[in-house]
């Protein structure tokens, strides 16, 4: 395992997931005092596993297919694209 590229796979992600919709929802549910916060760690991180497994696995099938350079501008225009459906939204 190459740690370098761990490392930036590791904080691509955590960045990615800070203030996003998973963790407030985990947030609104851990803040329930009826449910126990060790259900509630252990049910979203098993979520959180199993969706991670399948990008992995849809990368690879993907990646047969598509090169990574067009992935990469898809991906890119795709984020761009959510940004600006935000501001229009918003405003």
Not at 53 to 80: D, H, M, N, T
């Amino acid at each position: 395992m190459d740690l370098k590229t761990a490392a930036v796979i590791f904080a691509s992600v955590f960045v990615a997931e800070l203030g996003d919709k998973t963790q407030l929802a985990t947030l609104l549910f851990a803040s329930d005092q009826a449910i126990d916060k060790l259900t509630v760690f252990l049910a979203a991180s098993v979520a959180l596993v199993l969706s991670v497994a399948i990008a992995v696995a849809a990368g690879e099938i993907v990646s047969r297919y598509v090169s990574p350079a067009v992935l990469q501008y898809i991906a890119g225009v795709g984020f761009i694209a959510i940004g600006a459906w935000t501001l229009v939204s918003a405003g």
